[in-house]
């Protein structure tokens, strides 16, 4: 599987998706461990930290897939939301 590093094009829409999960953008960032304000220049950016973008796939237990935070990596992300999926108990559906 390929390794991302660094800073990859994220999809707004998504992020707030996520914060709709969490409750709020200061709930979504707080379980991140960055403040509000990275969250809001995420999204001003369009550009999120792939380890972070990963983190709230995990957090949402896969209910913000990486696909849809980070569209521009293609389809070699699915594995990740694959793995992410089987490790919180879903079938993987290919």
Known sequence: M???RGTVAVCVSAIDKASKIFGSEMALAAALGVSRQIL???KHNMAIPFDKAF???VLTHGKVKL???CPGLGREIKQYDL???EQH???AVQ
Request: charged letters at 20%.
């Open 40 to 42: 809001n220049y995420w």
């Open 89 to 91: 108990g879903h079938a």
């Open 67 to 69: 696909n849809e935070l």
């Open 55 to 57: 983190r709230i796939c």
């Open 2 to 4: 390929k390794e991302y």
């Open 83 to 85: 793995m992410v999926l």
